[in-house]
């Protein structure tokens, strides 16, 4: 998967069985899971409330950036 995204937040997946899947991506709104994250741009921190959970949620952020997923699940976040 390659993709163009405005803003990529990265948290780690609280339902994950701490071996695979330990990352969530969430790439302008659609979330994706993974097994590992490299970030090559600017970073900052966010915070969201999420309705159905009634929570926030923190996350590292990057905006305007490049997404490379590849096939063992390794994300790969650049600048444009």
Sequence with gaps: MNIQVNLAQIRFNTESDGQNKCWRLVLDGEEVLVESVNILAPVFTSRD????????KHHISVADCLVHIDATGA??????
């Design 49 to 56: 409330w999420i309705e159905p959970i009634n929570k926030f």
């Design 75 to 80: 994300a790969l976040i650049t600048a444009v």
